[in-house]
């Protein structure tokens, strides 16, 4: 994984240095202008004065970069109340009884305020970073695990493909018409997983790659599904689903053409690797945070050590693909990036006849996250 560091140039510094100057000498100018109008407003009670500035030392210091702006805004501050607003006025006048007391601690709270201020800031600042990195590595580890699905799932109906139809030129006067019909049948099969394959790759290009994020509007739920349906059964006209969804109408944040593709992805592998010839069951759900798709089948299950790493692309390897289909990785990868993408999340399970896969979108748009 790569890190980018962030070096500013020599005119940036400068632009920063003058820009958070600026920003200082004017938050104290305001609380200048409004410490004038408390003393004159009501001179009797000056300690408004003295809260108005330590106000703008904080400001000070949640705006700037750096502690210098803070401690030079709190040694103006503290001056600024002995100018101004102590009698003799317009004179720094640090002899007063009881002065000194006063102008040590008003200091130190004005220096202990701004470097607390300070610190926050930058341990905020720490965990926004820190959050990007951990992005930027959940998404290398994504690129990664997809990479290694492609570079499998590509080469295995491609080499079924090369290896059919040169048996069909080499031998087509010694072939009949059966051994001929399952050789085209055979390419034919490898040509719609190719083409499956290269959809969930288009749909990945939807998604931001910056912030694996995805423009979403409100889309009704049952028509998303009837027409993820249809396009799996012009691919796979035997296999019956079923579907059962609420009476109520369900609308939902969603790219609609992303999740007809991880419902298809779903269906197409429960299908397929099950092992069963009995129905598919895609069932929806909802409560008041969110909506669940659960698609079912009833075949030989998934192994459970294998149930953990599912979604990262590592199942398409060849020993795992017990029934003679290609593996499904590269589309589990990119069924769990997708609904990611759309704050869901996505799960798989072992029930007693089968297995289930599992995924849920939040019912109203989430907040990104500072």
Known sequence: ???????Q????????????????????????????????????NSANIALVYITALVLTARFTNGYIYGIAASLVSVTGINYLFTY???????????????????????????????????????????????????????????????????????????????????????????EKLNLVSHIREDSNWLLNMVENLLSVTRIDQHSMKIATSMEPVEEVISEAVLRFHKRYPDVQVQVRVPDDFLMLPMDAMLIEQVIINLVENAAIHSGSSLPVELTVTSTDKQVNFCVRDYGRGISPKKLE?????????????????????????????????????????????????TFSLPRWEQPDKV
């Open 309 to 357: 790493t599912l979604f990262d692309g590592s199942y398409s390897e060849p020993e795992i693909s017990f029934d003679g289909h290609k593996g499904m990785g590269i589309g589990l990868s990119i069924c769990k990036t997708i609904i990611t993408a759309h704050n869901g999340t996505i799960t798989a399970a072992n029930h007693e006849k089968g297995c289930q896969f």
């Open 9 to 44: 140039t020599p005119k940036q510094i400068s632009t920063n240095i003058l820009k958070d100057t600026l920003l200082t000498a004017l938050i104290l100018m305001i609380a200048t202008a409004i410490s004038f109008w408390f003393f004159h407003t009501v001179p009797e």
């Open 88 to 178: 003799p006025y317009f004179q720094v006048n640090f002899t007063l009884t009881g002065y000194p007391v006063t102008f040590v601690f008003t200091l130190i709270i004005s220096l202990v305020v701004s470097t607390m201020t300070t610190r926050i800031k930058e341990q905020a600042d720490a965990l926004i970073e820190r959050e990007k990195l951990l992005m930027d590595a959940e998404k290398e580890k994504m690129r990664a695990n997809l990479l290694r699905s492609i570079s499998h799932d590509l080469r295995t109906p491609l080499t079924g493909i090369i290896g059919n139809s040169s048996t069909y030129i080499d031998n087509f006067a010694s072939l009949n018409e059966k």
């Open 1 to 7: 994984m790569l890190f980018t560091l962030s070096i």
